[in-house]
């Protein structure tokens, strides 16, 4: 997220401040380590990803923007002071919408938890606690720490093996006994021979397989998250499917988990940006950008054959103003370079863009 590209476009004057405005973040340590934060809490936390902003005067325009912590904030439910967030060591503060923007992922509908998210970790949590408890396992096996289930003793004493349980945990937290438990002595007084079993509570299932389990573990979080699973582990084509599969996989991650947070985040800092700037993030990467020349020009050759029409008559299908036109609507050149005035069609995307076209055009003589 915070290696994303993006660009601020206005007028030259308040381009360069709200762009230093954005590289100043978090008081100055940069918007790199800004945006890491938010990323972070956006994918970690339900709350998700808080930024402070900071105004010039009450209701003023923006000046600064600082990361917060999502895990000391939450929802009152007042229409006036929404958030209630307590800093380390101090009393609580109540902020007012104008004092922050939030952007959480799969927001709740029922009103009682007032907008708090499902984040991906959330999401995912039954199995990271599968993945961790095989983690655990192999610790009590390879390592010297003892695992957990029934101890059955018989001919020794509870007292002498909890004095030998605390011994044996002194030398186990010794450098040299952190991994190599060494040799336990339990001396029977009797003419019976002491013994010691332990039955663990948990087991790993049978016929399990490792590697399966931990690619399908993966799998399932990359699912989640809305992600390619090789962003997370290193798999194979095969367990997958083919090679086209695995290309579409990524083509349609592209579009999913991958901008979930960077567009959620672009549409809350615009509410905070003038009318008359445009913040977005890079989107498409190479591979996108030569998919958009190779339609753009399919549709150029398209409307040529239309306006050029039968070679043999001599005599075209349209003229060379509905040829323009027919370019402006696909968006293959731009709409000031024809003498009518094309049919407009609004967007979110298109929205800043026509502040910036009217803002030129008043400033224009």
């Known amino acids: 997220d915070s290696s994303r590209g ?16 954005l590289h100043a973040a978090n008081d100055g340590r940069g918007w790199r380590q800004y945006f890491r934060q938010q990323g972070l809490s956006f994918r970690a936390t339900d709350m998700g990803a808080v930024t402070e902003l900071g105004r ?36 609580s503060q109540e902020w007012s919408a104008e004092d922050f923007f939030n952007v959480c992922s799969m927001p709740s509908d029922d009103e009682e938890f007032f907008g708090l998210g499902y984040c991906a970790t959330s999401r995912a949590l039954e199995l990271l606690k599968l993945l961790y408890g095989v983690l655990m396992h192999d610790q009590e096996q390879v390592g010297a720490r003892m695992p957990r289930g029934l101890l059955l003793l018989r001919n020794i004493s509870e007292t002498q093996w909890e004095d030998a349980m605390i011994a044996r945990d002194a030398a186990l937290n010794s450098r040299d006994r952190r991994y190599f438990g060494g040799v336990m002595v339990l001396a029977g007084a009797g003419a019976d021979e002491p013994d010691a079993k332990i039955v663990a509570l948990s087991q790993l299932p049978a016929n399990f397989n490792r590697d399966t389990f931990v690619d399908q573990v993966i799998a399932g ?48 800092l615009q509410q905070e940006l003038p009318d008359s700037l445009e913040f977005a993030f890079e989107e498409r990467d190479e591979q996108g950008q030569l998919l958009e020349a190779q339609v753009a020009k399919a549709w150029a050759d398209a409307i040529r054959a239309l306006y050029k029409g039968d070679p043999t008559m001599g005599v075209g299908l349209i003229s060379r103003d509905e040829a323009r036109t027919m370019l402006v609507d696909q968006g293959i050149i731009p709409p000031e370079w024809t003498e009518f005035e094309e049919e407009s069609q609004a967007t979110d995307e298109e929205e800043a863009r026509m502040s910036r076209l009217r803002e030129r055009a008043l400033e224009s003589g």
């Open 56 to 91: 010039q005067g009450k209701s003023g325009p923006l000046r600064a923007i600082y990361h917060t912590d999502s895990a000391r904030c939450k929802w009152t439910g007042k229409i006036a002071k929404p958030l209630e967030y307590t800093p380390a060591g101090d009393n």
């Open 6 to 21: 993006w660009t601020l476009t206005g007028g030259r004057n308040q381009v360069y401040r709200y762009t230093a405005l």
């Open 221 to 268: 979080y990359a699912l989640v998250n809305g992600y390619d699973p090789r962003e997370f582990w290193p798999m194979s084509g095969g367990n997958l499917g083919t090679a086209r599969e695995t290309e579409t996989q990524h083509e349609k991650a592209a579009t999913k988990g991958v901008l979930e947070f960077p567009h959620a985040y672009q549409e809350m």
